[in-house]
């Protein structure tokens, strides 16, 4: 959306999508698992909060690099925006140090000390996570590229038979 309909258009998709995953979020908190809400405090909050500040880091980061090479747009905006997503939400809802937003939600097995994705120094569990997570993002980013400027290509070739 950001490289066909700019900056403002994408500000407000991101917005909408912030509106209807706090909605999601709030629903889940609403539906008891075995071991309680399927969505605590700390995931609707973590996963609200990264989602709002990566998507808008990659809008602007998108338009700031849009007039460049065409790969480099997409790639590094989407490259920031993965970067902070995974840091805020694993952050947010795992670390040990912000127990203090959901006391009742123990999350002391996500601190655990294990070999980082399970061969590397010494972390915590949720850092491996953050991680795995972070290396899947940067992996379906390169795998996106190619497909992203093929559809972009169709998607402005087709709207400028319009204008």
């Known amino acids: 959306m950001n490289r066909i309909h700019g900056p403002v258009i994408a500000r407000k998709i991101v917005f909408a999508g912030f509106v209807v995953g706090v909605i999601c979020s709030f629903i889940g908190t609403q ?42 747009a997409p790639l ?13 939400f694993f952050t947010i809802a795992f670390s040990g140090a912000l127990s203090f937003i959901e006391p009742a939600n123990d999350v002391s097995w996500a601190g655990e000390i294990l070999p980082l994705l399970g061969f590397g120094p010494a972390a915590p569990l949720w ?19 190619i497909p992203f400027r093929i559809i972009v290509g169709r998607v402005t070739k087709n709207t400028q038979h319009f204008v």
């Open 31 to 72: 539906i008891m698992g075995e071991f309680g809400p399927l969505v605590t405090l700390r995931i609707a909050i973590g996963s609200g909060l990264a989602f709002l500040v990566a998507q808008l880091l990659d809008v602007a980061a998108f338009d700031a690099l849009r007039s460049g090479k065409w790969w480099r």
């Open 76 to 88: 590094v905006s989407t490259l920031l925006g993965a970067s902070v997503d995974s840091a805020i």
């Open 127 to 145: 850092v491996s996570l953050a991680v795995a997570d972070w290396g899947v993002k940067l992996s379906l980013a390169l795998l996106a590229l």
